[in-house]
């Protein structure tokens, strides 16, 4: 096996790779996450891609690392291991945050990552949300490139770290919308196509009423498709939603740190303070 840069391969073979282990991604899903990072595919000596690991920086102190996958055939003989090691020798950024499988989550414990929480894989046949009146004082409109300053403060808010880069790239390739309370923005979802259908994310509010505020019309558009969103959260209004709305929990993964916790600097803030009620996916956070 050698190591190569994951720009050097062909779109396909990384889609059979995700393919042969039953996760969804399309040619054009891997397309988007190699536009945004950085990453290493692992190749036999006929140049077959057996197995793959990128990671996302977030400014000069964070990045997130994802879409870490071996075939079957190497799974047991230590192959994650291999390029994780690679990886982490790649990445300057001192904290690193992920979502793990249950079957990767010993590895990267024995890498000196740390346990925070569970991500909700909710999907599904979506149904249509009862109308429902937009939260006092406040309006929806969609979001265009104009948006990016404001939606890159309250998501750096959120989610603690500067991600400009990927909300530049969604904003033109997704459905936006704003939650606006006197001219400011207070809430954002995103909704693009992605695997079987589409998924919602990210999406960044500082309640449940805002939140379900702005996934509403993208539930609503898509009712009767199969429509995907990733969450931590576990109860409440925001999740009642979800279930309501035919999004129910297909599986679950496991949020990850190493360095500086991740979420938890949130949890020591205000209640007030926006957090990430949907994540952009398991490897962009």
């Not at 990016?148 to 500067?162: C, H, M, N, R, V």
């Not at 979800?242 to 990850?256: E, I, P, R």
Request: hydrophobic share 45%.
């Amino acid at each position: 096996m050698r190591i190569a840069d994951i720009n050097t391969v062909d779109l396909e073979q990384l889609h059979a790779l995700s393919i042969g282990v039953g996760w969804p991604h399309r040619a054009d899903d891997w397309q988007f996450v190699r536009e945004l990072g950085k990453g290493v595919v692992a190749l036999d000596e006929v140049d077959r891609v057996l197995g793959s690991a990128m990671w996302f920086a977030y400014g000069e102190d964070f990045a997130t690392i994802g879409l870490v996958i071996t075939s079957p055939r190497l799974q047991a003989r230590g192959a994650g291991q291999w390029l994780m090691d690679h990886v982490l020798t790649e990445i300057p950024q001192h904290n690193l945050g992920l979502n793990s499988t249950r079957a990767a989550k010993r590895l990267y414990h024995s890498l000196d990552f740390t346990t925070e929480a569970v991500v909700s894989q909710c999907q599904g046949e979506a149904f249509s949300p009862a109308p429902a009146e937009t939260p006092p004082g406040a309006e929806l409109r969609a979001l265009d490139i104009a948006d990016l300053a404001a939606i890159t403060a309250l998501d750096k808010e959120a989610f603690g770290a500067d991600r400009t880069a990927l909300l530049a790239r969604i904003l033109p390739s997704s459905s936006g919308l704003g939650l606006i309370r006197d001219g400011q923005i207070e809430a954002f979802s995103f909704c693009r196509r992605f695997g079987r259908g589409h998924v919602i994310g990210p999406v960044a509010a500082s309640s449940d009423a805002d939140a379900i505020a702005v996934i509403r019309p993208h539930v609503a558009e898509h009712a009767g498709k199969f429509l995907r969103l990733d969450t931590r959260e576990k109860s409440g209004a925001f999740s009642d939603f979800l279930s309501q709305c035919g999004l129910s929990v297909f599986d679950t993964v496991t949020t990850m740190s190493r360095g500086r916790p991740w979420l938890a600097v949130r949890e020591r803030r205000h209640a007030a303070t926006p957090k990430i009620y949907a994540l952009a996916g398991h490897a962009l956070g």
